[in-house]
């Protein structure tokens, strides 16, 4: 499980971080949590420029027999039909499933985020006059307004406090019902907390921290790649 790698485009060493990973990846199933890319946006059978190498190395993991699974975050949520027809990944907002004997749920970790700022822009960038006019600007000027609008570069400032509260409280929540163990990204801080009722991951930034989950038959652990 990896999140919040941001690729930015051709130039971006990272990608090619994100590359290798995949093509070493050995798992039953591969979940990516969301901002793979510091934006996305679908325009059917298009792809936005400067991605091409991890696409291809999604198709070959796909081509080794891998289900993937692509949770949508808040700065890739339009993935379209290059995800679900071209590679063939299960494209949803959420995923409940159980793994080495325990309940995981997965998701990008912005759902606990219910501050009145960043709901009104969720709700902006979802609407249909917003996706109206990325589709009027075609594929070039959409990536050149999603940069501005997401940020040129990838930020890293203080840990985010509010939220990395309201994350914990949101998976406690669900801990307490039927879930074991709640895996999550968006506040870009790795880190592993014991609740009450189970444990909730947070994955980190992995353009940053190289951080991801490898789920195997003696559970969940944060690992690092190399």
């Known amino acids: 499980m990896l999140s919040d790698a941001h690729l930015l485009g051709p130039e971006d060493p990272v990608q090619d971080r994100v590359v290798q990973w995949l093509d070493g990846l050995v798992t039953d199933h591969c979940y990516l949590l969301g901002d793979l890319f510091h934006f996305w946006w679908s325009f059917d059978d298009q792809v936005l420029p400067g991605f091409d190498p991890v696409l291809?190395?999604?198709?070959?993991?796909?081509?080794?027999?891998?289900?993937?699974?692509?949770?949508?975050?808040?700065?890739?949520?339009?993935?379209?039909?290059v995800f679900t027809d071209h590679l063939g990944?299960?494209?949803?907002?959420?995923?409940?499933?159980?793994?080495?004997?325990?309940?995981?749920?997965?998701?990008?970790?912005?759902?606990?985020?219910?501050?009145?700022?960043?709901?009104?822009?969720?709700?902006?960038?979802?609407?249909?006059?917003?996706?109206r006019l990325m589709r009027a600007l075609g594929p070039e000027g959409a990536r050149r307004l999603g940069h501005r609008l997401a940020g040129a570069s990838r930020h890293y400032g203080d840990e985010p406090a509010p939220l990395l509260a309201a994350q914990q409280h949101w998976a406690a929540e669900r801990l307490a019902g039927d879930v074991d163990v709640v895996v999550m990204g968006h506040s870009h801080v790795l880190g592993t907390w014991e609740l009450p009722g189970g444990v909730l991951?947070?994955?980190?930034?992995?353009?940053?921290?190289?951080?991801?989950?490898?789920?195997?038959?003696?559970?969940?652990?944060?690992?690092?790649?190399?």
């Open 56 to 81: 291809a190395a999604l198709a070959r993991l796909r081509e080794r027999g891998i289900p993937l699974t692509v949770l949508r975050g808040n700065h890739d949520f339009r993935l379209g039909p």
């Open 89 to 131: 990944a299960t494209v949803v907002d959420e995923v409940r499933v159980q793994l080495a004997g325990r309940r995981f749920l997965l998701v990008h970790g912005d759902q606990p985020d219910t501050t009145l700022g960043y709901r009104l822009t969720r709700a902006v960038l979802r609407s249909g006059a917003f996706d």
């Open 201 to 226: 991951f947070n994955l980190g930034d992995f353009a940053r921290d190289r951080s991801w989950l490898a789920v195997t038959e003696t559970g969940p652990r944060l690992q690092t790649f190399s």
